[in-house]
T-cell receptor, first 114, second 110 residues
Framework: NAGVTQTPKFQVLKTGQSMTLQCAQDMNHEYMSWYRQDPGMGLRLIHYSVGAGITDQGEVPNGYNVSRSTTEDFPLRLLSAAPSQTSVYFCASSPTGLNFYGYTFGSGTRLTVV | KQEVTQIPAALSVPEGENLVLNCSFTDSAIYNLQWFRQDPGKGLTSLLL?????REQTSGRLNASLDKSSGRSTLYIAASQPGDSATYLCAVRNDYKLSFGAGTTVTVRA
């Protein structure tokens, strides 16, 4: 099983550029989410989805867009990158309801905005 | 808004000593609590999941307790080893949202 796959692993952007962070899972999980991790602050929820076609905002959604057209994929789009978006980004997935057994995380994307 | 606090922020112990890591949360209406391990520059590895109806979970040398009414969980690691050196994160789930503490960084000295 590949689990949760994130690409790219590293990325450097210039201020104002846009890009998409990819997240794919092969476990048929209904729930997927994006977090950012900053030093001393723990992980903070950006956006999440409970199924294809359904998304919602988390704690820090500004500057990010998501969509969920398939169960497997949940891309995160940075519309106009800012230095404040320099962070490590993690994607997570889980089953829902009675099948829940915890969250599975990807290995992360380290993003630097200069 | 759920607030999750982990104390201490860092811990250094000699090999063989037992570890006690604390996690507290402000909203007791949680579905479950999950403990993760994170090695430097790596992703999160799940250690233990405790459902809201459970009081504890055990896996090998790891034991996690949950007192939902007081908003506390404790992770015990018995007979620590240098390979246990990592950052340990606790996360609580409310509805579909997972809230994390900032973590406890553990160093086990050989």
């Amino acid at each position: 099983n590949a689990g949760v796959t994130q690409t790219p692993k590293f990325q450097v952007l210039k201020t104002g550029q846009s890009m998409t962070l990819q997240c794919a899972q092969d476990m048929n999980h209904e729930y997927m989410s994006w977090y950012r991790q900053d030093p001393g602050m723990g992980l903070r929820l950006i956006h999440y989805s409970v199924g294809a076609g359904i998304t919602d905002q988390g704690e820090v959604p500004n500057g990010y867009n998501v969509s969920r057209s398939t169960t497997e994929d949940f891309p995160l789009r940075l519309l106009s990158a800012a230095p404040s978006q320099t962070s490590v980004y993690f994607c997570a997935s889980s089953p829902t309801g009675l099948n829940f057994y915890g969250y599975t995380f990807g290995s992360g994307t380290r993003l630097t905005v200069v | 808004k759920q607030e999750v606090t982990q104390i201490p922020a860092a811990l250094s112990v000699p090999e063989g000593e037992n570890l006690v890591l604390n996690c507290s949360f402000t909203d007791s209406a949680i579905y479950n609590l999950q403990w993760f391990r994170q090695d430097p520059g790596k992703g999160l590895t799940s250690l233990l999941l405790i459902q809201s109806s459970q009081r504890e979970q055990t896996s090998g040398r790891l034991n996690a307790s949950l007192d939902k009414s007081s908003g506390r969980s404790t992770l015990y690691i018995a007979a620590s080893q240098p390979g246990d050196s990592a950052t340990y994160l606790c996360a609580v789930r409310n509805d579909y949202k997972l809230s994390f503490g900032a973590g406890t960084t553990v160093t086990v000295r050989a």
